[in-house]
């Protein structure tokens, strides 16, 4: 793709506000598009990777699930009853905190944090939110205290 910034952009001469200055040194325009495309290129690859993780999962479970609806499974910690034979044991995820370790990208200190994260499991294909803050109510970040408050979740995630 490179090669076809290059053939399509041209440039002769200074540009205006180069004018006079002379001295410093300044990325050529054919590495920003490129640099502006590769980024376009990983966004454009996120969101056909979220598509298509949505489209499949529509299609397997949405006859028992909303794609929005949260876990309904309990903490084991509070099952009652014997251990079932067929029970054993598994790999989990256990999730301690989340943190945001620097602003870039334009971003800015504080930080003004609301929306959505939630994992999926093989115990329930339902969302097991792990932090969940609206706009009015956002968590606000600064580089002292940089952690999410977690929300959950609310059971293991198996």
């Not at 014997?82 to 995820?93: E, G, H, N, Q, T």
């Amino acid at each position: 793709m490179g090669k076809k910034l290059e053939e399509a952009v041209t440039i002769s001469g200074k540009l205006p506000l180069e004018e006079g200055m002379g001295k410093g040194k300044r990325r050529p325009v054919v590495a920003e598009l490129e640099d502006e495309e590769e980024f376009e290129d990983e966004e454009l690859t996120e969101q056909i990777i979220a598509r298509d993780f949505r489209v499949s999962w529509e299609h397997r479970f949405s006859p028992r699930y909303s794609f929005h609806d949260t876990t309904t499974v309990s903490p084991m910690r509070y099952t009652e009853g014997p251990i079932p034979r067929y029970a054993c044991c598994c790999d989990a995820l256990q999730i301690f905190s989340l943190q945001v370790k620097e602003a870039k990208d334009g971003l800015d200190w504080p930080l003004h944090v609301y929306g959505l994260v939630a994992t999926r499991d093989s115990v329930d294909q339902r969302r097991n939110l792990l932090f969940k803050r609206t706009r009015d109510n956002c968590q606000i970040l600064t580089p002292q205290d940089s952690h999410l408050l977690l929300t959950g979740p609310s059971r293991a995630v198996v």
